[in-house]
């Protein structure tokens, strides 16, 4: 059975689509077979693996709204073997309207991917940056979230209502719901703000909080203009090589999991 991680993050801004399309990539270069669900009706992540959204057709959208079956519109990465993706679309905007009066509504993107779990190790939901219906449905369908958190003065802001969210998905919708992590975005090493953040957040979720850091790195930026993952635009940059140690960690973390 695959693992289902979430990337979440209600505040605008933290590098959320950047850690879902650069960890899935990073999963994928390990040869774990990855599944990236763009559950974001920016359909960044979609754009970000080099797909045009204007020409999607069929999306997660149409797998929660008109139940079609998830293994129909998964797309194959053009550049990475182990890589997969299920696109978004902006009419993703519309189905939480849409849904309104569908039984079970917070449970369409579980159903969606069950089948899915059979057939990848990991499977990434790059989250919309709101506390609606689709992120509600992401994190039900989740095994464990994964929330980025940028090393600037606002680093905590909104953290604490992401975090009963998270609480109250667990109680009422999904209680084997976990936090896979915290992780620390746009590390800036010259600024001693970014250095009180990273001694902020540690004190505060201590072993939560993971090892990897990710640093403000140019070639992150640039890549999804390429419409390619920053292992492939530079593979020797600091941001490439910081997501390829986080996929390790999340990996060994879960191996270790596993054999207990």
Known sequence: ???????????????????????????????????????????????????????????????????????????????????????????????????????????????????MKQKYDYIIIDCSPSLGLITVNSLTAADSVVIPVQCEYFALEGL???????????????PELAIEGILLTMYDVRLRLSNQVVEEVKTHFQQMVFDTIIPRNVKLSESPSFGIPALLHDADSKGALSYLNLAREIAEKNSVALAK
């Open 160 to 174: 604490g209502k992401l975090l009963n969210t998270i609480k109250i998905i667990q109680s009422r919708l999904n």
């Open 1 to 115: 059975m695959g693992k289902i991680i979430a990337v979440a993050n209600q505040k605008g801004g933290v590098g959320k689509t950047t850690t879902a399309i650069n960890l899935a990539a990073s999963l994928a270069a390990l040869e774990y077979k990855t599944l990236l669900v763009d559950a974001d009706p920016q359909a960044n992540a979609t754009s970000g693996l080099g797909f045009d959204p204007a020409t999607i057709t069929s999306s997660i959208y149409e797998c929660m709204v008109e139940d079609v079956k998830a293994e129909e519109i998964v797309l194959q990465s053009p550049n990475i073997e182990f890589l997969d993706l299920i696109p978004s679309h902006i009419d993703l905007v519309g189905a939480e309207v849409e849904m309104i009066n569908i039984p079970n509504r917070e449970e369409k993107m579980r159903v969606a991917l069950s089948e």
